[in-house]
């Protein structure tokens, strides 16, 4: 029975991808945490710490289908202890002879930080992944869409043309900087963690610091050089960088949705014919995609900022701080991926309305145009002042062009409806930031790290 | 499958309470959309909107067992909308010509925001009854402990005596405060929402209004007066003033903890025998329930967060704030009414070390008293120059009383260890608040609203 | 020299209004904390516990003109004490037998806090004056614009028809209730501080309750009851109101923001010849006071979420969330302030265009009114049905009437145009919520508290 | 006149330094974004775009001291507009030939965007500065303490024991993590912006991008390769890293004000003879730098939530995140600044009392080295029992060590007393963490970038 709505058999797509999801599953968890056990005792056993066979069994034992989950569930609630139920139930299912050799020398962090490492590798794999799919999503729309003009818009308002190519490639840079992001962080992030129970690896004798080499080694995470149990940054970056990447996945998401309201109607968000954007009102079609990445990016934030402030802890370990962690860092997991699917999906079927594009900036632009128009014949100054007197009065009565000729006492120049739109270099622009990000995507690896 | 640690079978418990689980899991939720669109049947009916039969039927279908919950999740996720899915499932189980009677002219957000005004009674009844039993809890503390002395501790440091019952009183007043907030707040959130597709009720003809006041009375909420879809200040509110109260019990909880390192020792957080602090260091007493109110609070702030940013919503439906609420409303609830359970465990388990609490007081303070004894020999200036000195060379050999003596060169008068401890007004305070708590107590409701 | 922005010669007006601002300086805090201190000597002259003419010379010199502000400054940063440079500067002023009566038995925060309380009268009382000008502003637009016709909007979507003056009064509705908020806010956090040290009076003997008591009285501050130094849930409650207050004028701001887009064209917010939205644009006309409006909302989200932070503190007085609240509480009322004032100048200039409502009405709305003129012809599925279909293909030909009518092979009845658009009980609820503010208005004092 | 405390001379400290003040202060800023103006002029008339003695004369009138800079506050007031006062002012102590020649083809954030980034190259190279200092005195004391024993403490209780220097080697590698991430950030943060109006460099014609390329190198800094007008995550990196910054150092902070307190005694923060932590209680010595760090690290984090919630700006201007962005970046830099020179002087004349951190460890804890004792004799599961219930009841009679031996009835060892603490790999760990980090300083540059 879950309470959450993010677990809702109805609406529970909207805040988890299967993928994800998996990783983050009860069972697969504690799959996840048996592997990390079986890799402590391989390591520990190739340093004699444990004898060869019992790393063995352990490791053949390590299967969450063998464990009595309930009986798992039953002792973590009875002790409070957050694995304790966990050893219990595989040592259930281990000779006896076993069971000193399992968990040797750790703590609850050695177990569930190296397993965060592990699901943020999985997790950060998706969301490469799927960031760089909107990525080649965005540069073919920069491509395709170089020369589209259209209306930039600066505080709402519609001013100077750009082209939508641009716009796409400016989203596309954007994406990039977070694939940096990823690229950086990625030997930051993935480390493991082994100390026991204060982090001193005191009970692995001399032998402490290569278990360790070791053990990180057989999960192929990185050693982490010292104990992090109090030291969050890393979480804390990741949850930054995810939030960001929902930050730019949410501002393609708004400038959409603008731009499909019907009044402006340049952009249109894919939809299936199944899709009811509202019962009573049939013609309406709803920018659910869209919004619904300012929605993700909203709560991706806000448990970004928890993880933020859990860096601030106590001593060799702080419960405050931590398990708060267990909830936020999945949820900004989840949202993050779930975003990315949207927005692979939104921005490959994204339909570009030229003639909109070009009807919006005929009827509520030109003044710019109409500005390099006089000023050559009134000066700058003037040119500008008779302009804005133009349109303060005339508003209503025709395009700023028409109004600002006209009020100027100026004929139309012939060529004044046939003179390209200036974009100046925007083009090029696009040009630069695809070729770039072209060169990056044929250089680096198609999976993270 | 649930990929959130707050539905975990092991960890559940730490994030949500059976009764506020139960109010927000989906089945319940469906339950109480059938029964919203059961009161909208009969508010029809009365109004000659809808036949009275009609209301009837749909009133004795509007089970949720007779459902069929596949269908509902299936023609949500097909059709994208949010309850088209459950429209469609309860048609299959009315007679046809039922059909056309039921959810009339209504829209998606008069179902979910009158169910929000019915799951917020729910909780809010939940919140209003364990922080009563938080504030008798510590009531009773103040009282038992009226001049139980303790150093009074600012930027962490121990200083001048204060009693154990005044901390009580001060949080017991913060409590009544909560409790104040909840009663006032109540009429305003505790409202139902009416109005059709974007809230003019148009859909219902002249009997609109009369419709709506009927319909909130059937579900014993308000009336709003005017549709709120946008309008999410509530929502804002509820978040805020359940966030302060987690605050309030996160100071508590940060108090016990402080206070029961092993160092200081004054507090202990009840524990049951079976819980496990740690494995390798049995001697360790964790203050897990403390810190955890902690834990719960950061994340209801971070929610509570969310919600407030979600006011700023565009016209008459904005679905980013919106479904930022479906999570993080919940979330709230669920979160502190667990902060609230475990708060009432501790406070009523709570461990008082009198000793321990005398003893540090001799160890580490004094230098008020010291003061007192000093300024009628020396002058004010002086005396405080005097210890000042003193305690900066000689902290090491003495607690300040004996330092400032000795350093001022002077004999301990002979009642210096008998004179009691001054705790000022203390015991005043917690009377004054105890006195006011008992007699707003015996006036209110022992429900909410 | 600032180096905030806030303070600014150029954008300073942007970030304060001078009323708030004189609250809040430096010289206008300390002539308030003397009064304080003032206040403490003429109510321990009334329980005896200075003598009154010490009292009375007190009051004569706690004149912030009189002090060496120079010192004051220097010897806070000396000796890292909030209060002692400004009590060492006092004492220059005062013959040397009454500095023994300065400041007596009190600390820092009885100083700071009680000063806080009187500061959120000030400016509590110019956000109740300028709040009512708000819903003034408001009510008077929703009673002109009772019938004004514009397409409701859902998703960023046109659809079912509404009124101006419902929306207005949707957010005058929104407004009464901080109102309400402040009112019942009032006798929480006007309050004020007085305990010495850790709190418990013990300096001031028996008479401790009794002075302060008196204390308050002087000041015009309600009788905490208990010390409530860290006990910061007021502090967290007004920066949540207030954070609030700003969020619905941003959601004001918002609307204006998006229908002022010229393509939309609906509304327009009041500007000054001398106003230039862009140099090189000259027909930009920019929605700044209403962009404005929601970056100051942006702000005062986040430092409220520092006071409700704040919240969680330790023992009797802790720095971190003390020392926090210095910069964010002043932050928030200044915003707010800010905000209120950009709003009223906003609302009462607000310029509504009609026709351009009811032109985007009729041009991307009216399945509603199609909907319900075939559904007696063709049922009301198979009307939706047909309307969905007819609408998905012919969207370019036509408004959505057109288009229903044409693809479902009908003629236009008569009466299509001429018939009224249907806003259902729009009116009735405008008159609603008008009649109930007005009506508390009357009652109401036009100051707070 | 300053409302806000941040500028105040009695506690203005306490919210920025000198220097970073110094880079935010008006006149500072007023000045920089002449030189971005004079740096534009001399790069378009290196492309023919202006001639080159107007760019040789703005370049020698570029200085904020010959400028009214009251006529800029008033036209910036007056215009609404954010720069056009800076230009009035401007052109008039320029010839009028040359007004044509200022600021062609520029928009304001060209001035504000590259601005920023200058400012942030200053900012960036304090920090970079401070925190190696940071660095440094960590890792002295990792060095000077690697072998100082204390007890671990997890979830604020004394378990096994670590060493002082194996906590500063944690705090120190986490400070070399944000030196990576300074490094890495600094090519994405530093570059300029130059597009106008709404970013496409069309008034400059086909040079525009090389006019871009020269403007950038002017100034020192990258070509951005589009413009990021509305692409705001460079901002909100650098908020997330900074703020992540003053984590590290609140952390620190935290640890030190919690080990200050007498009960515990093992740490504590320098100070100096004047200061005056308590007037009534002379003998409390404060730990105010601790705190203020977490107070500083509070704030930051709000700010960089700000400019986390900016990047989702709309089109190619948002001025809501734009100017929330001119509040919240220039504070979470001076923060950040403060933070890491109060942390520098905290680090480097920290106190360490090894009498205080050995007595702890043998006073609470203890149970780690018993059950080694007892393991062997009574089997591991066995003696971890016996442990615990002699813990249970025993606490009070001797340290876990005396406790368990009794209990199990056995004679202490002769060499109990002693055995040396076993600190495990914590030297090992530091010396590893501080070869790597002084091998890292040796290679990089004391400046950044």
Chains 1, 2, 3, 4 share one sequence.
């Not at 909107?134 to 073919?140: G, H, S």
């Not at 519609?158 to 400016?170: E, I, M, R």
């Not at 694939?179 to 001193?200: K, S, Y």
């Not at 949820?331 to 990315?340: I, M, N, P, R």
Request: hydrophobic share 45%.
């Amino acid at each position: 029975m879950s309470a959450r709505i993010a677990d809702s058999a109805m609406y529970g797509h909207l805040w988890g991808t299967p993928a994800v999801r998996a990783v983050f599953e009860e069972s697969a968890r504690l799959q996840s945490w048996l592997e990390v056990l079986a890799a402590l005792a391989r390591a520990q056993a190739a340093e004699g710490v444990v004898p060869a066979e019992a790393a063995e069994t352990i490791t053949e034992n390590a299967r969450v289908e063998l464990l009595d989950l309930d009986l798992v569930a039953e002792q973590t609630r009875l002790t409070g202890h957050s694995t304790l139920g966990l050893i219990r139930a595989l040592e259930q299912v281990l000779p006896p002879q076993v069971h000193q050799h399992v968990y040797v020398g750790a703590t609850v962090q050695d177990l569930t930080d190296t397993w965060t490492s592990l699901a943020l590798r999985a997790v950060g794999s998706e969301v490469w992944r799927d960031l760089r799919r909107v990525e080649a999503a965005l540069l073919d729309l920069a491509e395709r869409h170089r020369d589209t003009v259209l209306a930039g818009r600066t505080h709402g308002q519609p001013g100077a043309p750009v082209t939508f190519g641009w716009k796409a490639a400016g989203w596309a840079d954007e994406v990039r900087r977070h694939l940096d992001r990823l690229r950086e962080g990625a030997p930051r992030w993935l480390v493991g963690q082994l100390g026991g129970g204060v982090g001193t690896l005191s009970a692995l004798g001399p032998a402490g610091i290569d278990v360790r080499r070791r053990f990180c080694a057989e999960l192929g995470l990185g050693d982490p050089g010292i104990s992090w149990l109090a030291a969050r940054d890393r979480v804390a970056e990741v949850g930054a960088v995810l939030a960001m990447v929902t930050g730019t996945l949410a501002r393609i998401g708004g400038e959409v949705y603008e731009l499909q309201r019907p009044e402006v109607g340049e952009l249109r968000e894919p939809t299936r014919d199944e899709v009811v954007g509202s019962i009573t009102m049939p013609h309406k079609r709803n920018p659910e995609l869209s919004e619904h990445l300012d929605t993700l990016a909203r709560l991706a934030r806000a448990n970004a900022g928890v993880l933020l402030e859990g860096m601030v802890g106590q001593h060799e370990r702080d419960g405050r701080s931590w398990k708060a962690e267990w909830v936020a860092l999945p949820e900004v997991c989840l949202l993050t991926s779930t975003a990315l699917q949207f927005a692979v999906y939104l921005l490959e079927g994204l339909e570009v309305d030229r003639e909109a594009m070009l009807g919006n900036l005929d009827s509520y632009t030109g003044s710019e145009r109409a500005l390099a128009l006089l000023t050559p014949r009134l000066g700058r100054h003037a040119a500008r002042s008779a302009l804005q007197t133009a349109l303060a009065h005339g508003r209503a009565s025709g395009t700023p062009m028409d109004v600002a000729l006209r009020e100027a006492g100026l004929q139309p120049p012939e060529d004044t409806g046939a003179s390209p739109v200036d974009t100046g270099a925007a083009g090029a622009m696009v040009d630069l930031v695809v070729a770039r990000a072209r060169a990056a995507r044929a250089q680096e690896s198609q999976t993270w790290p």
